[in-house]
């Protein structure tokens, strides 16, 4: 085995991520060398790529690892996001010099990439945060990559992360030309902030795709062969994407050991891994609503309460199922809508979080190019992203997606479909809280007028927190204990007549005048 510093990147992690992203890497051109802390994976692993002449190298010690890799070195890890990360390049700082690139390829928090950037910086080093998704398969055959760090770090693996990525004709060139799914995100911590949100989205999708498939399950009765067909037609059309094509291909599934469908086998308690979570919190900390992976992620946790759920169902009275008898096919397209208008939402709540954390962190990220990456190789990778960014390539100021004129026209068409999937809903007793929480976005945010009036009335009584007006500039406070005049008498009209001019524009500073 050569010791010789023949190698353009290592990786340190070989379950089957890392694995795979080696073996990609290798057959994109590259030579590579490998690590892992158990030295039997490693041997059993040479054994096998050596008799198949693959062009990697392994290191048994970190030293001889380290020993393979051209200057600048570039090691990327794939292990567990959080203390085991800390714990490997706490292993491999006294290994490096200054100008090396250490590259993290997990699910790590954005917080503590950006930690890692602060204190590799102090060493010399540098820290690429990248955001793989695409799973398995994805690593092995292309996947969307979100890498945040140093641009001169990054102009370092820019030629690997370009050929490893997955490749989808640019629509936007209009002459054919192939596009990768990776682009350099931003500074320190933006690649992996950009891949949290991704998976927040990630969550969102797949709940309203369950939402859709209780809703025909149980409002029409239709069999998994139904819905098979149900959703790949759906898959030839605008919903086209990886989840709704892989869900059509699950409800086509028979379970050997039944004979029936292996969905209807499979028990309703749903994982996660925490960035869904991660992104509720961003998203709470930044003043961002993202009701719809909020309903996601609920979901997950009341699905996990599996005895309480069943206990409750011999207890708790819902209402009566109601009979279907309408067009069955109209209900069909309605719930389809439902899912586009909530996956709409879905993303542009998404993508305002990103744009928040941009201008927050000082990130100055391009909406346009995380969208364009997101077209191939990653868990949400969809037929309407070319049309996401197409319209941040008409205004890369949108301030939400809703409001481009090619998604206005969607919300427009699918509205009634939405109402019709969601009251069907509510009137069985079937839960669709995403696509609720999808459709009070959309109420709220297109209504000029709320009735958060009321709130601010309410904040002041008891906290005499002050509120603004509709008709005067300035802050104001109201003493509602005040005298009994001040008060509308039973026979008074409260709501004023004619005309009545509501702020439609930014509200104005308060100015703490009473």
Same mark, same amino acid.
């Given at each position: 085995?050569?010791?010789?510093?023949?190698?353009?990147?290592?990786?340190?992690?070989?379950?089957?991520?890392?694995?795979?992203?080696?073996?990609?890497?290798?057959?994109?051109?590259?030579?590579?060398?490998?690590?892992?802390?158990?030295?039997?994976?490693?041997?059993?692993?040479?054994?096998?790529?050596?008799?198949?002449?693959?062009?990697?190298?392994?290191?048994?010690?970190?030293?001889?690892?380290?020993?393979?890799?051209?200057?600048?070195?570039?090691?990327?890890?794939?292990?567990?996001?959080?203390?085991?990360? *800390?714990?490997?390049?706490?292993?491999?700082?006294?290994?490096?010099?200054?100008?090396?690139?250490?590259?993290?390829?997990?699910?790590?928090?954005?917080?503590?990439?950006?930690?890692?950037? =602060?204190?590799?910086?102090?060493?010399?080093?540098?820290?690429? /945060?990248?955001?793989? @998704?695409?799973?398995?398969?994805?690593?092995?055959?292309?996947?969307?990559?979100?890498?945040?760090? *140093?641009?001169?770090?990054?102009?370092?693996?820019?030629?690997?992360?370009?050929?490893?990525?997955?490749?989808?004709?640019?629509?936007?060139?209009?002459?054919?030309?192939?596009?990768?799914?990776?682009?350099?995100?931003?500074?320190?911590?933006?690649?992996?902030?950009?891949?949290?949100?991704?998976?927040?989205?990630?969550?969102?999708?797949?709940?309203?795709?369950?939402?859709?498939?209780?809703?025909?399950?149980?409002?029409?009765?239709?069999?998994?062969?139904?819905?098979?067909?149900?959703?790949?037609?759906?898959?030839?059309?605008?919903?086209? @994407?990886?989840?709704?094509?892989?869900?059509?291909?699950?409800? @086509?599934?028979?379970?050997?050991?039944?004979?029936?469908?292996?969905?209807?086998?499979?028990?309703?308690?749903?994982?996660?891994?925490?960035?869904?979570?991660?992104?509720?919190?961003?998203?709470?900390?930044?003043?961002?609503? #993202?009701?719809?992976?909020?309903?996601?992620?609920?979901?997950?946790? #009341?699905?996990?309460?599996?005895?309480?759920?069943?206990?409750?169902?011999?207890?708790?009275?819902?209402?009566?199922?109601?009979?279907?008898?309408?067009?069955?096919?109209?209900?069909?397209?309605?719930?389809?809508?439902?899912?586009?208008?909530?996956?709409?939402? @879905?993303?542009?709540? /998404?993508?305002?979080?990103?744009?928040?954390?941009?201008?927050?962190?000082?990130?100055?990220?391009?909406?346009?190019?995380?969208?364009?990456?997101? =077209?191939?190789?990653?868990?949400?990778?969809?037929?309407?992203?070319?049309?996401?960014?197409?319209?941040?390539?008409?205004?890369?100021?949108?301030?939400?997606?809703?409001?481009?004129?090619?998604?206005?026209?969607?919300?427009?068409?699918?509205?009634?479909?939405?109402?019709?999937?969601?009251?069907?809903?509510?009137?069985?007793?079937?839960?669709?809280?995403?696509?609720?929480?999808?459709?009070?976005?959309?109420?709220?945010?297109?209504?000029?007028? /709320?009735?958060?009036?009321?709130?601010?009335?309410?904040?002041?009584?008891?906290?005499?927190?002050?509120?603004?007006?509709?008709?005067?500039?300035?802050?104001?406070?109201?003493?509602?204990? /005040?005298?009994?005049?001040?008060?509308?008498?039973?026979?008074?009209?409260?709501?004023?007549?004619?005309?009545?001019?509501?702020?439609?524009?930014?509200?104005?500073?308060?100015?703490?005048?009473?």
């Amino acid at each position: 085995m050569s010791t010789q510093p023949t190698c353009d990147i290592g990786l340190i992690g070989l379950a089957v991520m890392g694995q795979n992203l080696v073996l990609n890497m290798e057959s994109k051109g590259f030579t590579v060398a490998i690590y892992n802390r158990t030295t039997s994976v490693t041997q059993k692993l040479m054994e096998d790529w050596g008799r198949v002449g693959k062009n990697i190298h392994a290191g048994t010690t970190l030293e001889e690892f380290i020993g393979l890799l051209k200057k600048p070195r570039k090691v990327m890890i794939m292990v567990k996001a959080g203390a085991p990360v *800390d714990a490997v390049i706490a292993q491999l700082v006294p290994l490096l010099e200054a100008g090396d690139i250490i590259i993290d390829g997990g699910n790590s928090l954005f917080t503590d990439s950006l930690r890692r950037d =602060r204190e590799l910086k102090e060493k010399g080093i540098y820290f690429i /945060g990248a955001g793989v @998704s695409g799973g398995e398969e994805g690593a092995l055959k292309g996947p969307s990559i979100m890498p945040g760090g *140093d641009p001169t770090a990054y102009a370092f693996v820019e030629p690997i992360f370009t050929k490893i990525s997955a490749q989808v004709v640019d629509t936007l060139s209009h002459d054919g030309r192939m596009a990768p799914c990776s682009t350099y995100i931003g500074p320190n911590g933006a690649g992996h902030y950009v891949k949290m949100v991704h998976n927040g989205i990630e969550y969102g999708d797949m709940q309203l795709i369950c939402e859709s498939y209780a809703l025909l399950k149980e409002v029409l009765g239709l069999s998994a062969a139904e819905l098979h067909e149900v959703f790949k037609s759906w898959n030839e059309g605008d919903l086209e @994407s990886f989840l709704i094509e892989i869900t059509a291909d699950i409800f @086509s599934r028979i379970d050997p050991d039944t004979g029936g469908a292996l969905v209807d086998v499979i028990l309703d308690k749903a994982g996660q891994k925490g960035t869904g979570k991660w992104t509720l919190q961003s998203a709470q900390d930044l003043g961002v609503p #993202v009701s719809t992976i909020n309903a996601a992620v609920e979901q997950r946790i #009341v699905s996990s309460m599996k005895q309480e759920r069943v206990f409750a169902s011999s207890v708790l009275p819902g209402p009566e199922k109601i009979p279907f008898e309408g067009d069955r096919q109209a209900f069909i397209d309605a719930v389809r809508d439902a899912l586009y208008a909530s996956k709409i939402v @879905s993303y542009a709540q /998404g993508l305002a979080l990103i744009a928040a954390a941009s201008k927050e962190f000082g990130w100055d990220l391009s909406i346009g190019n995380i969208a364009a990456i997101w =077209r191939g190789g990653c868990i949400i990778r969809a037929k309407f992203l070319d049309r996401i960014t197409e319209a941040y390539g008409r205004d890369s100021h949108l301030v939400n997606l809703m409001l481009d004129p090619f998604f206005t026209e969607i919300m427009t068409s699918t509205q009634s479909g939405w109402r019709t999937a969601i009251e069907a809903g509510i009137k069985n007793g079937i839960a669709v809280p995403a696509f609720t929480a999808s459709l009070g976005y959309y109420d709220s945010y297109r209504n000029a007028r /709320g009735p958060q009036n009321l709130l601010q009335a309410q904040r002041d009584y008891f906290g005499a927190h002050t509120y603004e007006r509709t008709d005067k500039e300035g802050s104001f406070h109201t003493d509602w204990f /005040g005298l009994e005049e001040e008060r509308l008498k039973p026979n008074e009209h409260a709501a004023p007549q004619g005309d009545v001019k509501f702020d439609t524009g930014a509200v104005s500073e308060p100015t703490h005048t009473k």
